[in-house]
């Protein structure tokens, strides 16, 4: 049975209700403590929560969600003090302070060398480096806060879903699988945070999100960063960080990324092969734009945010892409977004949902 608790969203709670929010944490924390496993929101997604000095606590989240065992987890903290017990003594460089006094707290994980007993190997899979944030949401940090120790927490749904946005998204994926769920509201970025490692002087994103290699560079404008990959690591290679390796973000139906220089021109194929697909009985959904929601025809059409506004496409894409598993549909195109600031975040994660079909026109 999963523990189900509401945090009040204003920041202008009564008396009575921030009695009921402490009380919500206090037992939550209380939950990770005793090694069981927390949904709850931060910045980015809903995370589920364990404690990352445990194995068993550990295995828990991997159970709950289906995630291979060698997928490493992210370990979130409250504050900068709590990374001695999560990294190697002086494995914190000048470029990474930087990074943390302009990202922390924030969207921005940071994988440096992992200190040799401080948490379960399983939250690294073997891998002799860690990746740590502290997350910019009030829940999430008075959780962190309370429940004193670094918390492994990768997205709160099933291996290869869509990321939940919401509580609902939690439940649905996981009620009954995990030991409790705080409930914050919608979360505010919509996409996960970025991955970074710095090697031999140079920043790799491992993985785009909620910090974009504009504000990388603008931060460290003396050190090279290099642009994310596009491809999955090779089967047999263990996954320098989360969402590098698996299929993620799935809907249930068959879905591609159409991409081209011309909006008319992408536009009329989307529409030419959802009609095709219509044609031989299939469900059709379309994923777009609000600029160009009114041009199409479909048994779900879904606009996805504004791109004069890339941030709200990236708020509302897992929704969107859970709402057409709601609906049924099997067959799904996508327009692709323009790949700058936190479009490259955006893209890469319909590339995945899309298991890499991707369409030129």
């Known amino acids: 049975m999963t523990i189900y608790w509401k945090v009040p969203e204003s920041e202008h709670a009564d008396a009575a209700e921030r009695e009921s929010s402490d009380h919500?944490?206090?037992?939550?924390?209380?939950?990770?403590?005793?090694?069981?496993?927390?949904?709850?929101p931060t910045e980015t997604v809903y995370g589920l929560g364990a404690d990352a000095s445990s194995t068993a606590a550990v295995e828990r989240i991997f159970k709950a969600k289906g995630r291979p065992s060698d997928n490493p987890l992210i370990v979130h903290i409250a504050d900068s003090e709590?990374?001695?017990?999560?990294?190697?003594?002086?494995?914190?460089?000048?470029?990474?302070?930087?990074?943390?006094e302009a990202f922390w707290p924030g969207p921005l994980t940071i994988v440096l060398p992992v200190r040799t007993g401080g948490i379960s190997p399983l939250v690294t899979a073997g891998l002799t480096t860690?990746?740590?944030?502290?997350?910019?949401?009030?829940?999430?940090?008075?959780?962190?806060?309370?429940?004193?120790?670094?918390?492994?927490?990768?997205?709160?749904?099933?291996?290869?879903?869509?990321?939940?946005?919401?509580?609902?998204?939690?439940?649905?994926?996981?009620?009954?699988?995990?030991?409790?769920?705080?409930?914050?509201?919608?979360?505010?970025v919509g996409v996960e945070s970025t991955v970074v490692q710095i090697v031999a002087g140079e920043l790799f994103v491992l993985r785009p999100g909620g910090v974009t290699t504009e504000q990388l560079r603008a931060v460290l404008p003396d050190v090279r960063v290099h642009e994310p990959e596009r491809e999955d690591v090779h089967a047999s290679e263990t996954p320098r960080a989360p969402g590098m390796k698996y299929a993620h973000y799935a809907p249930q139906g068959y879905m591609f990324v159409v991409?081209?220089?011309?909006?008319?021109?992408?536009?009329?194929?989307?529409?030419?092969?959802?009609?095709?697909?219509?044609?031989?009985g299939e469900s059709t959904g379309i994923l777009t734009f609000a600029e160009h929601a009114s041009r199409y025809r479909?048994?779900?059409?879904?606009?996805?945010?504004?791109?004069?506004?890339?941030?709200?496409?990236?708020?509302?894409?897992?929704?969107?892409?859970?709402?057409?598993?709601?609906?049924g549909i099997r067959y799904i195109a996508a327009?692709?977004?323009?790949?700058?600031?936190?479009?490259?975040?955006?893209?890469?994660?319909?590339?995945?949902?899309a298991a890499h079909r991707l369409v030129r026109v």
């Not at 309370?146 to 998204?169: E, F, I």
């Open 259 to 280: 991409q081209g220089d011309h909006d008319d021109e992408v536009i009329a194929w989307i529409q030419q092969d959802i009609d095709a697909a219509q044609e031989r």
């Open 130 to 188: 860690v990746g740590v944030r502290i997350p910019d949401h009030p829940v999430a940090l008075r959780l962190l806060r309370a429940a004193r120790c670094p918390v492994a927490a990768p997205s709160a749904n099933r291996s290869g879903r869509p990321s939940p946005t919401l509580a609902a998204h939690v439940r649905e994926d996981l009620d009954g699988r995990i030991g409790g769920l705080v409930d914050g509201g919608a979360t505010g």
């Open 335 to 353: 327009e692709a977004c323009p790949e700058t600031g936190i479009g490259l975040a955006i893209m890469n994660r319909l590339r995945k949902a």
């Open 24 to 40: 919500v944490i206090a037992e939550a924390a209380a939950l990770l403590r005793d090694g069981e496993t927390v949904a709850f």
């Open 82 to 100: 709590q990374l001695a017990d999560v990294v190697a003594p002086g494995s914190v460089e000048a470029a990474h302070r930087k990074l943390m």
């Open 298 to 327: 479909a048994d779900l059409v879904l606009s996805c945010g504004s791109l004069s506004r890339p941030e709200t496409i990236a708020q509302e894409l897992y929704a969107a892409l859970r709402r057409f598993d709601e609906e």
